[in-house]
C-alpha cells in the first residue's frame, strides 16, 4: 500500500511563500511520477506541477510557471513544492498523487491511483 502524506499548507500573504512536502511511503520509485494539484473551492482539480523521479524532469502549469518549482529528495523518499511570489488565486487544497509503472507525468488526474489528503494554502491579498 502506498501512502503519501502532506504538509506545510497554511496562510501567506501575497508575495509571500510556502513549501509544501510530500512523504511517499513506497521506497522503489524506479518508473515513478509524483505531481501536485490543486482543487479550489467550487472548482475542479488541476494539475500543479510534476516530476519524473528518475532523472528528475519536471513539469509546470502555465499559471505557476516561474513561481513554483517541484523537486525531490531521494534519501527522505520526499517531494517538494516549492511557492514563491504567490497569488490570491493560489488558494486551495493542495494534493500530492504519484503513478507507478509509466514514468511519464500526465495532467490528468485520473492517471493517479494513489493520493495525498491534502493540504490548505490561502493566499491574503
Known amino acids: 500500500q502506498v501512502q503519501l502524506v502532506e504538509s506545510g499548507g497554511g496562510l501567506a500573504q501575497a508575495g509571500g511563500s510556502l513549501r509544501l512536502s510530500c512523504s511517499v511511503s513506497?521506497?522503489?520509485?524506479?518508473?515513478?511520477?509524483v505531481v501536485w494539484f490543486r482543487q479550489a473551492a467550487g472548482k475542479e482539480r488541476e494539475f500543479v506541477a510534476g516530476?519524473?523521479?528518475?532523472?528528475?524532469?519536471?513539469y509546470y502549469a502555465d499559471s505557476v510557471k516561474g513561481r513554483f518549482t517541484i523537486s525531490r529528495d531521494n534519501a527522505w523518499n520526499t517531494v517538494y513544492l516549492q511557492m514563491n511570489s504567490l497569488k490570491p488565486e493560489d488558494t486551495a487544497a493542495y494534493y500530492c498523487?504519484?503513478?507507478?509503472?509509466?514514468?511519464?507525468?500526465?495532467?490528468?488526474?485520473?492517471?493517479?491511483?494513489?493520493w495525498g489528503q491534502g493540504t490548505q494554502v490561502t493566499v491574503s491579498s
Open positions: 498523487a504519484a503513478k507507478y509503472g509509466m514514468p511519464d507525468v500526465s495532467t490528468n488526474k485520473g492517471d493517479y491511483p494513489y
Open positions: 513506497r521506497g522503489t520509485f524506479s518508473r515513478a511520477a
Open positions: 516530476i519524473r523521479w528518475t532523472g528528475g524532469t519536471t
